[in-house]
């Protein structure tokens, strides 16, 4: 089972790679600003229904399976291919 830090740490990277803010993305998951930051600090608990949004609005699927089934998955996700337009937007973020 995963920790409540490497789930959020899933969360953040996906977020990292949206062109949306925080207050958009809070208001979008119907909470609150503060409870995102919980979230995506992996420091707090909240409730699995905060998960389910934020999640959503991540374009992100909650999905439980057997411990078996999860032994055979990699424990970190894999390197995706990067559209230029994602590498353009890193690029511009470093010469910030």
Known sequence: MRTLKE???ILLRRFN???VGKLELAHDAGVTYRTLNHVLGGEQDYKVSTLLAIADRL???LTLVPREAAAGMP????NE???RVQAALDQLGDET
């Open 7 to 9: 789930i959020s740490e």
């Open 17 to 19: 790679r949206m062109v």
């Open 59 to 61: 374009g992100l699927e």
């Open 75 to 78: 424990s970190e996700p894999q």
């Open 81 to 83: 291919v990067r559209t």
